[in-house]
């Protein structure tokens, strides 16, 4: 019987496995795109013709106090090509570099390293600008603005509050909550109090196996919630696997955020099986802890039928993400309900109370593995997860047990992947 070797991107590296080819149901990854000929015109060409909205040498006065949102070290935005052009504009407009301030829209992780800063920004932006990072807990660096429709407090910011203009630099790729990142998500939750983000993700609970659908009420919230902010201009952009641009767009969040999606949907969403026995999924690009590579086993459970597997695989270099994530998935009453009555109480953060409903429900139809070098195996099994750690033998193991029939989808981008039923 023929095999087939698969390589699987694992953090900087590959790890590789074999299959049997008759066992290969597809190899499911975003579609290859070139990226556009031209970054430095494309994003020119982006800010030459802004979505309703002027340009920005039109807006911008040169007494302004401007503050440039940009998203954390989770995610791949090539802030370093972009963020030059909108500088290059800001002083056309008059305003010096003591007037422009970049705020690191972390949400509610950690804060980023300077390394990571230095990465993303590259050195000389890095030195040359005023930089803070958002402090979701912090309570007196945020401004009350109001309650959403559905109930959601509006505490941001107060750097994007009293800023006299705002921009902001993102990219569009699926959520798991909000159907796709991008647009509004810089501000809420990228620059929003913990309370606001916890009530906005409570509502994700209704997103369970809804992943690409912007339609959503964690999305259609976030938006409401992120209105209140006033915004001048965001650039969004479109990458492919390699973390080239393939689209510029700049405009109004909502506007950019619209049209980017539909550039995004043809390059993450692939059509898939729904009743395979087994998912091989990496979480790159999405893989630095266990809280960013639960996107993988969402994405593998798209393709799974009741009573198959799941098999994450991630380097987690990270480890969990956070002991708070670590605790409530180890504890022993870990079921669906559980969860709910967490969130409803906000009894622990939210956002980890969400993840751990979606992974219970998950856990109750199919089985989990991981082969994650970051994290003990005991923590994995704690946390309903049955560790492996060789890749090769867990591969095997799972062939064996459901028989020669046995039919495997891989996914060597499941944190980015959006499965479709074919």
Wanted: charged content about 25%.
């Amino acid at each position: 019987m023929a095999n087939r070797q698969i390589s699987l991107p694992y953090g900087k590296e590959h790890v590789s496995f074999c299959l049997p080819a008759s066992s290969l149901a597809g190899i499911y990854a975003p579609r290859q795109v070139p990226g556009c000929a031209d970054p430095a015109t494309e994003i020119q060409d982006a800010l030459d013709q802004p979505l309703d909205t002027p340009r920005v040498e039109d807006i911008v006065h040169p007494s302004d106090r401007v503050v440039v949102v940009i998203d954390d070290y989770t995610r791949p935005t090539p802030v370093s090509l972009i963020l030059p052009a909108l500088v290059d504009r800001l002083q056309r407009a008059g305003a010096a570099d003591s007037q422009i301030t970049l705020l690191v829209a972390t949400g509610t992780h950690r804060p980023c390293t300077p390394d990571e800063l230095r990465r993303k920004l590259g050195e000389e932006l890095y030195l040359r600008f005023h930089l803070e990072q958002h402090d979701c807990e912090d309570v007196s660096s945020q401004v009350f603005l109001g309650v959403t429709s559905r109930g959601t407090p509006v505490w941001v910011n107060r750097l994007v509050v009293e800023a006299d203009r705002v921009f902001g630099i993102g990219h569009i790729d699926p959520s798991d909550y909000a159907g796709y990142a991008g647009g509004h998500k810089l501000i809420v939750p990228g620059v929003a109090a913990r309370e606001t983000v916890d009530t906005n993700h409570s509502l994700a609970t209704l997103s369970f196996r809804r992943q690409g659908e912007i339609e959503v009420a964690c999305r259609r919230d976030l938006e409401e919630a992120a209105g209140f902010v006033r915004t001048d201009l965001f650039i969004n952009t479109v990458l492919n696997q390699e973390g080239q641009m393939i689209r510029v767009f700049a405009g109004t969040p909502g506007s950019v955020y619209l049209t980017g999606v539909g550039i995004s949907r043809q390059v993450y969403e692939v059509s898939c099986p729904d009743d395979l026995d087994i998912a091989i999924a990496s979480a790159f690009p999405y893989d630095m802890d266990y809280y960013q590579a639960i996107r993988a086993i969402e994405c593998g459970d798209r393709a799974v039928r009741p009573g198959g597997s799941i098999l994450l695989v991630a380097p987690c270099p990270d480890g969990i993400g956070s002991d708070v994530l670590y605790r409530l998935l180890s504890e022993p009453e870990a079921a669906p309900d559980h969860f709910l009555r967490n969130i409803a109480r906000r009894d622990g953060k939210v956002t980890y109370n969400v993840l751990g409903y979606y992974l219970s429900r998950i856990r109750s139809e199919k089985h989990l593995f991981a082969f994650i070098g970051g994290i003990p195996g005991r923590d994995l099994e704690a946390m309903g997860i049955s560790p492996v750690d060789d890749l090769q033998k867990g591969v095997n193991k799972l062939l064996e047990q459901y028989g020669p029939a046995a039919r495997a989808a891989v996914f060597p981008m499941g944190s980015a992947t959006v499965p479709r039923q074919c």
